[in-house]
């Protein structure tokens, strides 16, 4: 079955789609489709309409549970009333997390033809719309993300709980249902919508170089694939009833500039940088604690330099030529793994790379040093250099939509062949 | 440092597309001298069809455009279609041409692949299967692929050297999985260290402090009807006789990276500690080990391994000399005496740095070029030098090199069917259990 997406997905899903959506119904997970196969060619321009069925339709009533609590929790819509807040992580011990607001508005993505070290891909600039949103004011740093891939839960390979069914287990009675109850657990609780979001496996081995590379609480996490980071988001949803994702590109460069149109955040002068930035030159060849140098105008510290930071958008080269001034918060969807694009370079970065509109992209050298096929869905074993921050859109979006966000790497049920 | 930056893999990152990092191979000659060169096409055949053994036929695949998969073999039928299917989609039905006829099921799977047309085979089994598995492709006539350690107890070991023996006089190349030795940035740095750049060198510290690897839950048991030796292949990694235990199944990686620190010289002896810290399931392996080797010259060396949950993670090998320290395998690097780095690894731009292709690289150029290299024996040793690490721990004792050799203990069976009984023995007490003589 095939629908029309627009690709401004903030705007709305076309009414083809959720009537669609609407008359699958909810029905045993697992008797569910399998993933629906994604086209084998897909224009993967925005604005845009294409035509493609969603993936991971399997996992769609995990969703629509965390849907349905985001919705009942409610809060404010109007752009007026945002403010700056902290959220407060349950599964993290109750750790707080800054997030800045940000108004909506229109920017000029990408650089000019005249701005120096820059690259083909990042013009020709579009005046877009984005809006409102709030932004995470760090990277996620450890004392988020630990709590989340050492989960302690028995996965499969895709993260979903090992246990079959719950039903098996509690219906144990006597005096081994306190076992049974507690091995339950120790599977994962079926009722508790933070334990079915599927989530990391353990790691083989070390693969964030502790012995090398700090580990402490304070420092971003890093070597995560962009489906860990956007399992992240749903999982930090389930929790909060505040609906999270990664940003898309454009909302992270607007975020970056923060009002500016120069080279970086703080202007052209690439001798400020050491002050903003942890990057190849001053990094001493290791990631640094987040927020320990200044932050750009909106508040948001390490948008350049420290670790690069996943987006939503899927790469191409001539993806902005496609692109029209006046796009409402595009999105340049991704339906293969590679190559997705990561933002404000890093420690291991060339000064240009921390521009504004600098753009690298994932490659599968990224998983050298895993030694099996398929490679983990979950860690970059060679991407030290690789973190994320996320977003949270004062418009809530529908169910489906939050599906889409939080599962664009299942595009391609197969998980082998791109990772050979 | 500063003269580092500009061939850093950061530009290698933006210049690589998704599909360039296709192996240098070109330019490997396609007619040969030995006996593997008179036809253009080299017909590998894979034991072992998991995560692993994939991984080395597409790294094989990989390595020189005229290898074909030709067959398969697994113990169970289930782990034949995935792997198939995904090599398939990526190399296409000419080059994988693997039909029921030649997809080997069962625990005879490895002889009937053995002894089929194959020309080279990739071991990727539990290690305990090793020496015999090698043994019968050996005897077959075949080149041979082995992922490393090379077997589980001495009995292994002395089969295995009798096994590197035939395979010499047969001229069988038998390539060994341990991969660190062909990572280039790693044979830089350990080159600097044993080349003396740094003064003598005078202890090796190795850790692989991770978390768990495929553990069985706490509460998992046989399920009812299912053999023991079926019930236990299918966890092989927490039993024994099939894994050896994670300082030989894991942390071989470090044991052998002191090898290589130590120039591939025999060591005097081993003592040292491990035991069962978080594990509370119905396997016998050990989850921790923590082994003091001597060697000649009043060196001494460490060797820390663990598979602890919420704990401290670290796999690092250290390289301590008179003048600095070389670290491994992630960032290879030099500190000097202060902790200041000194030096750092840069790859060269456009060069494989991949080290598990650069493995099947090496095997496949040295195959088509005539070039027989039989690794048996070295890996024999240096996986006894693990089994010299654990029996120190299990038995609580100091063991010499030469001790070891007389031992000659066998953990199992070499090939029990899949609905055998094999009780689980306890896991080991220091002080109480001994080294197997004789």
Known sequence: MRYLLPAALGAAFSAAFLAWAAEKPAGDPAEAAPPAKAPARFANTTPTPVAYPLPSMNRMFVSKKIHAAVAAKGGSSAPGEMKDYEEVVPRAGNAKYKLAAIKGGEFLIGSPDTEPDREEDEGPQRKVKIEPFWIGQTEIPWQLYKPFYENGIARNKDGTLLAASAKAVITVKGKNRAKALKDALARGDHNNVVDVVSQPTPQYHDMFLSGELPSDLNYPAMCTTHHATSKFCQWLTAQTGHFYRLPTEAEWEYACRAGTTTAYSFGDDVDKLDDYAWHGYNADATYHPVASKKPNAWGLYDMHGNVAEWVLDGFSAGYRKSLKDGALNPWHIPVTRYPRIVKGGSWDSEKEECRSASRLHSVNDWKDTDPQVPKSIWYHTDGQHIGFRIVRPLKTPSAEEMHLYWNTDWWEPKRNSEDL | ?438
């Open chain 2, 1 to 438: 440092m500063s003269d580092s930056t500009n061939s850093s893999r950061r530009k290698f990152i933006k210049t690589t597309t998704a599909a360039g990092t296709t192996a240098a191979v070109a330019g490997f000659p396609h007619i040969g001298r030995s006996e593997i060169g008179s036809s253009n096409t080299i017909k590998i055949g894979l034991i072992g069809c998991g995560g692993r053994g994939t991984g080395a036929a597409n790294q094989a695949l990989a390595a020189d455009k005229n290898v074909k998969l030709w067959a398969m073999a697994d113990a169970f039928p289930e782990k034949i279609d995935s792997p198939l299917e995904t090599l398939s989609a990526k190399y296409g039905k000419e080059r994988v041409e693997v039909p029921k006829a030649r997809q080997f099921i069962g625990m005879d799977a490895y002889k009937q692949l053995a002894e089929s047309e194959v020309d080279v085979v990739l071991m990727a089994t539990p290690p305990g299967y090793r020496p015999m598995m090698l043994r019968a492709a050996i005897e077959a006539g075949k080149h041979v692929f082995a992922e490393k350690p090379m077997a589980i107890d001495m009995a292994g070991i002395h089969h295995l050297m009798e096994t590197a023996k035939i395979a010499t006089e047969k001229k069988l190349a038998i390539q060994h999985g341990y991969c660190w030795r062909y990572s280039p940035a790693n044979r830089v740095g350990f080159g600097k260290a044993l080349g003396g750049e740094l003064g003598r060198i005078t202890s090796f510290v190795g850790t692989y402090l991770g978390g768990t690897v495929r553990a069985l839950a706490p509460e998992a048991v046989k399920p009812e009807g299912m053999g023991d030796v079926e019930w236990q292949l299918r966890h092989w990694i927490n039993f024994e006789w099939l894994s050896g235990g994670p300082l030989l199944e894991q942390c071989i990686h470090a044991v052998d990276k002191l090898a290589w620190a130590m120039g591939d010289v025999a060591p005097v002896a081993a003592f040292g500690n491990g035991g069962r810290g978080q594990r509370r399931d119905a396997g016998n392996v050990y989850d921790n080990y923590s082994i003091t080797y001597e060697y000649p010259d009043n060196v001494f060396c460490q060797i820390q391994q663990r598979q602890y949950k919420d704990s401290f993670n670290e796999n690092v090998s250290r390289i301590i000399c008179e003048n600095g320290t070389l670290i491994g395998p992630w960032k290879v690097s030099i500190k000097d005496a202060k902790g200041k780095t000194t030096w750092r690894y840069r790859a060269e731009k456009g060069v494989e740095q991949n080290m598990y292709q650069t493995c099947h690289n090496e095997f496949f150029a040295n195959l088509r070029a005539g070039k027989i290299v039989n690794s048996a024996e070295f890996m024999a040793r240096s996986t006894a030098l693990g089994i010299l690490g654990r029996e120190a721990a299990h038995t609580g004792q100091r063991i010499t090199w030469d001790d070891l050799w007389a031992s000659k203990e066998d953990q199992a069976p070499d090939n029990p069917p899949l609905d055998a009984k094999m009780p689980i023995p306890a896991p080991p007490i220091p002080g109480i259990d001994k080294l197997v003589q004789a």
